[in-house]
């Protein structure tokens, strides 16, 4: 048997195998300890698995071997459906829920794909030749596009729940898996026109591209842990519910939103990195929910951003200030509260504009 080695299959056959391992990784560490990412791990590995039928194309394997041909592992339906459980299942506001009837339409796709597999190589042909077939490849990409559409939404309300518990959000914003998906539909795109598939160096960069995601998102995906909410349901039987009023009208609420800043003023809390919105409300004996909403409606912020406001405050005065000329201004913002340079930068000029 001849085989015909490029560099586009020795590329994507190092993308299978180290697909394979990297999702076995993913999938042992989801058995282990967080099951969020067992989800990732089959991401990874259908990912790898994808490129076989065009590694197999590219060796030109099926000279030899006919029956190869359409191998059934076309699982382009299965990817963005599972990296949107993975995503939903990691977020600080994952539903019960798994949404795993996503999956549905990839399950039968591949059992068709499957049926098809078996056939001769005549009926086989005439399947690839068919209309069916394209309509299964454009929908598959609408598909694919449209749950890609809805996770960047997700990740982006999963930020917003974030912000309103949490004062340092570095590496809880999953902003990887943002940067990841947005790659991904570019890519998704980019591989539907003609000259990627026919052209060697279109198919060379594609491959490239493979394997880079491949290992930026198995890598990101170890990495990554879960992010709990901090906040528990809110329970008042005997109470209109929080969100069902107008706060800025409830004198109860305003003075509640008054104790909570004259206790962040007088405990300067402002001050310990990483503060939470549980800390904030264990000082003044409240609901974090309570808390973290009369904040968003009385100032219009999330709880970050409100945090970060006493801290940038102080960090102008003591730029001001002759005697912490001694601190540099990483420095002042450590003293103020920030947990790193980049976050006291971002801050300050959200805060200021400067």
Do not use: C
């Not at 300890?33 to 698995?49: D, E, H, P, R, S």
């Not at 990839?106 to 394209?134: P, R």
């Not at 340092?168 to 980019?190: D, H, N, P, S, Y």
């Amino acid at each position: 048997m001849d085989i015909n080695y490029t560099e586009v299959s020795i590329i994507d056959l190092l993308g299978l195998i180290q697909g394979l391992i990297l999702g076995g990784i993913l999938i042992y560490l989801g058995y282990k300890q967080q099951k969020a990412t067992l989800f990732l791990g089959l991401f990874v590995i259908a990912y790898a698995l994808d490129l076989l039928p065009d590694i197999i194309e590219e060796l030109e394997v099926t000279n030899s071997y006919p029956q190869l041909n359409l191998l059934p592992f076309e699982f382009f339906w299965f990817l963005f459906p599972l990296f949107y459980i993975y995503v939903r299942q990691t977020s600080i506001i994952a539903p019960k829920k798994k949404a795993l009837s996503l999956l549905i339409p990839g399950g039968l796709v591949f059992l068709l794909n499957l049926v098809v597999y078996f056939q001769s190589n005549e009926l086989k042909q005439t399947f690839a030749d068919s209309i069916w077939y394209s309509f299964i490849d454009i929908a598959g990409l609408v598909f694919s596009l449209v749950i890609g559409v809805k996770t960047y939404f997700f990740i982006n309300k999963h930020g917003q729940a974030l912000r309103n518990q949490y004062s340092e959000t570095q590496k809880k914003e999953l902003r990887w898996a943002k940067q990841f998906l947005l790659m991904g539909i570019v890519f998704t795109v980019f591989t539907q026109f003609d000259f990627v598939e026919n052209n060697y160096y279109g198919s060379l960069l594609a491959s490239i591209i493979n394997v880079a995601l491949l290992y930026w998102v198995s890598v990101h995906g170890i990495m990554q842990k879960n992010i709990e909410s901090l906040l528990p349901d809110l329970h008042e039987p005997d109470q209109v519910k929080l969100d069902t009023v107008d706060i800025k009208g409830d004198d109860k609420l305003k003075a509640l939103f008054e104790k909570v800043e004259q206790s962040i003023i007088d405990n300067k809390t402002y001050i310990r990195q990483a503060i939470t919105i549980v800390d904030v409300s264990n000082d003044i004996n409240e609901h974090p929910k309570r808390v973290s909403q009369v904040i968003n409606q009385e100032t219009g912020k999330n709880f970050k951003a409100y945090i970060n406001s006493f801290r940038i405050n102080d960090a102008k005065a003591m730029l001001n200030d002759e005697n912490a000329s001694n601190l540099s201004i990483e420095g002042i913002g450590l003293e103020v509260g920030f947990k790193s340079k980049s976050s006291f930068y971002e801050a300050f000029k959200k805060e200021t504009g400067l």
